[in-house]
T-cell receptor, first 112, second 113 residues
């Protein structure tokens, strides 16, 4: 029973264009949603987060959108750069359990 | 960078042997987590701790135990390793709980033959 799902295992985008990564969740009790980026042989690093009471959060080239009614969030990267090529994980946090639950990841490849 | 050290970074062992992975932090953070990363499964929570001697199970806790006798150390033990436990294990910490981001260690790659 996967509570956080990333249905696209991979995505390829041309440099300079927009990358959109998607994530769905099933538990309405999550308080925060986070995106992490992971390069090979390294630990995941934090990218951006959003509270469940917000619908958008922006940080530079990265914007996260939250649609609570659809239990869906997305990460937009504009413009995409070759250095953005990595695996991206979405995560959901519950203050009731203090658990962070991660999705299966999406491998983004930005083509130069 | 958050002060998280995982050891060992690489280990090869045989089925049936016990294995302990150590996570050491210098941040005095309350919460510590163990995840495993596998192709097609992403990051799955094994166990986590919300204080000294306070631990709880995650999504895939069977075959694993943990201990936290002091704030800075969180140990993950495989009592009798199996080939299905071949994976990359990540430790993570956070101090703020409700809103804080997780900081991850560099990972420990375990191969069970």
């Amino acid at each position: 029973d996967q509570q956080v799902k990333q249905n696209s295992p991979s995505l390829s985008v041309q440099e300079g264009r927009i990358s959109i990564l998607n994530c769905d969740y099933t538990n309405s009790m999550f308080d925060y949603f986070l995106w992490y980026k992971k390069y090979p042989a390294e630990g995941p690093t934090f990218l951006i987060s959003i509270s469940s009471i917000k619908d958008k959060n922006e940080d530079g080239r990265f914007t996260v959108f939250l649609n609570k009614s659809a239990k869906h969030l997305s990460l937009h990267i504009v413009p995409s750069q070759p250095g953005d090529s990595a695996v991206y994980f979405c995560a959901a946090f519950s203050s009731g359990t203090y658990k962070y639950i991660f999705g299966t990841g999406t491998r983004l490849k930005v083509l130069a | 960078d958050a002060g998280i050290t995982q050891s060992p970074r690489h280990k090869v062992t045989e089925t049936g042997t016990p294995v302990t992975l150590r996570c050491h932090q210098t941040e005095n953070h309350r919460y510590m987590y163990w995840y495993r990363q596998d192709p097609g499964h992403g990051l799955r929570l094994i166990h986590y701790s919300y204080g000294v001697k306070d631990t709880d199970k995650g999504e895939v806790s069977d075959g694993y135990s943990v201990s936290r006798s002091k704030t800075e150390d969180f140990l993950l033990t495989l009592e009798s390793a199996t080939s299905s436990q071949t994976s990359v294990y990540f430790c993570a910490i956070t101090g703020q709980g409700a809103t804080g981001e997780l900081f991850f260690g560099e990972g420990s790659r375990l191969t069970v033959l």
